[in-house]
C-alpha cells in the first residue's frame, strides 16, 4: 500500500498543476517528459468503480456463465458482456 502524502507534498502538487504545461520543468532524469508512446496501452490502470446490486438472471443463462470459466469468477464475466453490449449501442448511436 502506498504511503500517504504530506501536506507538504498535497501543496506542491497543488501548485505544479496550477502551472501551464510550458512552465512544467521535465528536465529532471527522473521524471523525463513522455514523448513515444509506443507500446502503450489505453486503459491498462483503469479500474471502474464497482457497485453492489441485486439482479435477476434466467437461471439457464446466470448457469453458463458459472460454467465456463475463463480465468476470472463469472460475475466478472457477466460484467464483461453487459459491457460489450453498452460499448456496441453507443457504437451504434443506440
Known amino acids: 500500500m502506498a504511503r500517504r502524502l504530506t501536506k507538504s507534498e498535497k501543496a506542491a502538487l ?55 470459466p475463463r480465468g476470472r469468477g463469472y460475475q466478472s464475466h457477466i460484467n464483461a458482456a453487459l459491457r460489450e453490449y453498452v460499448l456496441r449501442k453507443e457504437r451504434e448511436g443506440a
Not at 523525463?32 to 464497482?50: H, M, N, Q, S
Request: net charge negative; proline share 7%; glycine share 4%.
Open 14 to 68: 497543488a501548485q505544479v498543476a496550477e502551472l501551464p504545461d510550458d512552465q512544467i520543468d521535465t528536465s529532471d532524469p527522473d521524471a523525463p517528459e513522455r514523448l513515444d508512446w509506443t507500446g502503450a496501452e489505453r486503459g491498462r490502470f483503469y479500474r471502474p468503480v464497482k457497485k453492489q446490486t441485486t439482479i435477476r438472471i434466467d437461471a439457464d443463462v446466470l448457469e453458463w456463465f458459472r460454467h465456463h
